[in-house]
Antibody
Framework: EVQLVESGGGLVQPGGSLRLSCAAS????????MSWVRQAPGKGLEWVAN????????YYVDSLKGRFTISRDNGKNSLYLQMNSLRAEDTAVYYC???????????????????WGKGTTVTVSS | QSVLTQPPSASGTPGQRVTISCSGS????????VNWYQQLPGTAPKLLIH???QRPSGVPDRLSGSKSGTSASLAISGLQSEDEADYYC???????????FGGGTKLTVL
């Protein structure tokens, strides 16, 4: 069964750090881009970051650059999100997702996430 | 404020056909493909439509997607109670260099 399981969430004080993990199984992890997406309480979805199959390319939403770092370990079939200098507005459920992305001149970018984990909750509060 | 614009709510009765719209711009929907996700209460999002109108395996054919210019829509025919959920559109944005989502539409089956 294709599966993603996030862990590492919890309660952290403002300014603190957390490292989220995402364990993949049931597919060849090293063949896919991977993404982190978050959802604040009662709000919509927000893409956070993504990483190429070999970890050689990483991209972030502009508002988070410098505070969050995405990484992966293909030998452990795992994706990570290191979150530093956390703020109250980072409170959210964080999902990891298997990602498909490619570009065709005729239609532009295809970018979609077809497998999602159940999410891990991060609460930033004093 | 989301980059893609969706109506906050939609509704229909069982058996009806409903459509959910998604409006963007030339930097996202106008130049890239559109995807749709369903999120049932308390669960993770699920991919319903990718590449404007492609259904992943297991998604019933009563769901369909379309795109025209800088807008897209999701149609659900033969509405069922289990369709009650939040629906999100998404597309790559060339200006932001990342994927963007709509604010979500809460579908109620009356």
């Amino acid at each position: 069964e294709v599966q993603l399981v996030e862990s590492g969430g919890g309660l952290v004080q403002p300014g603190g750090s957390l490292r989220l993990s995402c364990a993949a199984s049931g597919f060849t992890f090293s063949s896919y881009w991977m993404s982190w997406v978050r959802q604040a309480p009662g709000k919509g979805l927000e893409w956070v970051a993504n990483i190429k199959q070999d970890g050689g390319e990483k991209y972030y939403v502009d508002s988070l650059k410098g505070r969050f770092t995405i990484s992966r370990d293909n030998g452990k079939n795992s994706l990570y999100l290191q979150m530093n200098s956390l703020r109250a507005e980072d409170t959210a459920v964080y999902y990891c997702a298997r990602t498909h992305t490619w570009w065709l001149r005729s239609v532009g970018y295809h970018y979609y996430m077809d497998v999602w984990g159940k999410g891990t909750t991060v609460t930033v509060s004093s | 404020q989301s980059v893609l614009t969706q109506p906050p709510s939609a509704s229909g009765t069982p058996g009806q056909r409903v459509t959910i719209s998604c409006s963007g711009s030339s930097s996202n929907i106008g130049s890239n493909t559109v995807n749709w996700y369903q999120q049932l209460p308390g669960t993770a999002p699920k991919l319903l439509i990718h590449s404007n109108n492609q259904r992943p395996s297991g998604v019933p054919d009563r769901l369909s997607g379309s795109k025209s210019g800088t807008s897209a829509s999701l149609a659900i025919s033969g509405l069922q109670s289990e369709d009650e959920a939040d629906y999100y559109c998404a597309a790559w944005d060339d200006s932001l260099n990342g994927p963007v989502f709509g604010g979500g539409t809460k579908l109620t089956v009356l």
